[in-house]
């Protein structure tokens, strides 16, 4: 079993930056990648970022330029830096972990943006 806990979200004023936080736990042998989805109210959940195992980084169209994630090894942990935030980010921001075979979500944790 892989375990996931998000931290670091919060309310931020438009222009504001955050820094959420997922540290993972468990079976992590096969790991394809870790990423950041989120889903916004009355929306579908959508991809932010994601890393591969490899160091490959995949971001959308929203959010590039704006947002880094990252990834710590020794502490099992993702990260996703997200600056000049809008309040088109405003949404519960989802850790995710793809092993072959298998996909883990964490709880999510809720980032709000005031104009």
């Known amino acids: 079993q892989v375990q996931l806990v998000e931290s670091g979200g919060g309310l931020v004023q438009a222009g504001g930056s955050l820094r959420l936080s997922c540290a993972v736990s468990?079976?992590?042998?096969?790991?394809?990648?870790m990423g950041w989805y989120r889903q916004a109210p009355g929306k579908q959940r959508e991809l932010v970022a994601f890393i591969t195992i490899g160091g490959s980084t995949n971001y959308a169209d929203s959010v590039k330029g704006r947002s880094t994630i990252s990834r710590d090894n020794a502490k099992n942990t993702v990260y996703l830096q997200m600056n000049s935030l809008k309040p088109e980010d405003t949404a519960v921001y989802y850790c995710?972990?793809?092993?072959?075979?298998?996909?883990?979500w964490g709880q999510g944790t809720q980032v709000t943006v005031s104009s």
């Open positions: 995710k972990v793809t092993r072959v075979g298998d996909v883990y």
């Open positions: 468990g079976r992590l042998f096969s790991t394809i990648a």
